[in-house]
């Protein structure tokens, strides 16, 4: 079956400008998670969507990030103003009610601030 | 604070030479040992899961072992497919949802 899917899968944008980056979860994964992997980093946690829950957003390193995701579907992770420190790889990944331990990953948007 | 390390930070294998890589974990409440492969350009691609001390998961070339205080990836015989960057990641346990604390990963290269 089709796995999580991102897009756009490069962006490269001018300093102060605002993205917006798309995540397509496996079809019926209740969770939705957003990462950042920075160059010679780990992942970094950033946001955390479960149902209709409240989402997790303990991960989001200043206010000019925010992200949405209506019900069990795509979810937006939006970047506003945006920072040189922001140039990273930005992965989502999802995981399904029954094993929700387990999360499978997109292939990530690069993005690339000059 | 959660802490997840791996080493080394990069190993050169020849193909057939069996070896393994480590990941050491502080973490208050764990929720799952994580083990993912990552190839250039691509998202990290789910491995093992392991959640108890002396569990033990295998896939082919690969075996993951679990401690009280780290994990092992043993690669047995590789083939020059298997050189990615493996990482190790824990689960915390938190309120709702399993957010991944993960190490800097072991870059692999596996030669003729």
């Known amino acids: 079956g089709a796995g999580v899917s991102q897009s756009p899968s490069n962006k490269v944008t001018e300093k102060g400008k605002d993205v917006e980056l798309r995540c397509d979860p496996i079809s019926g994964h209740t969770a939705l998670y957003w990462y950042r992997q920075r160059l010679g980093q780990g992942l970094e946690f950033l946001i955390y969507?479960?149902?209709?829950?409240?989402?997790?957003k303990s991960g989001l390193p200043s206010d000019r990030f925010s992200a949405e995701r209506t019900g069990e579907s795509v979810s937006t992770l939006t970047i506003q103003r945006t920072q040189q420190e922001d140039s990273a790889v930005y992965l989502c990944?999802?995981?399904?009610?029954?094993?929700?331990?387990?999360?499978?990953f997109g292939p990530g948007t690069r993005l690339t601030v000059l | 604070e959660d802490q997840v390390t791996q080493s080394p930070e990069a190993l050169r294998l020849q193909e057939g030479e069996s070896s393994s890589l480590n990941c050491s974990y502080t973490v208050s409440g764990l929720r799952g040992l994580f083990w993912y492969r990552q190839d250039p350009g691509k998202g990290p691609e789910f491995l093992f899961t392991?959640?108890?001390a002396g569990e033990e998961k295998e896939k082919e070339r690969l075996k993951a072992t679990l401690t009280k205080k780290e994990s092992f990836l043993h690669i047995t015989a590789p083939k020059p497919e298997d050189s990615a960057t493996y990482l190790c990641?824990?689960?915390?346990?938190?309120?709702?949802?399993?957010?991944?604390?993960f190490g800097t990963g072991t870059q692999l290269k596996v030669e003729l």
């Open positions: 392991l959640y108890s």
């Open positions: 969507f479960q149902g209709n829950s409240a989402p997790d």
């Open positions: 990944a999802s995981s399904p009610l029954t094993s929700s331990d387990t999360q499978y």
């Open positions: 990641a824990v689960g915390i346990l938190t309120g709702g949802g399993n957010k991944l604390t």
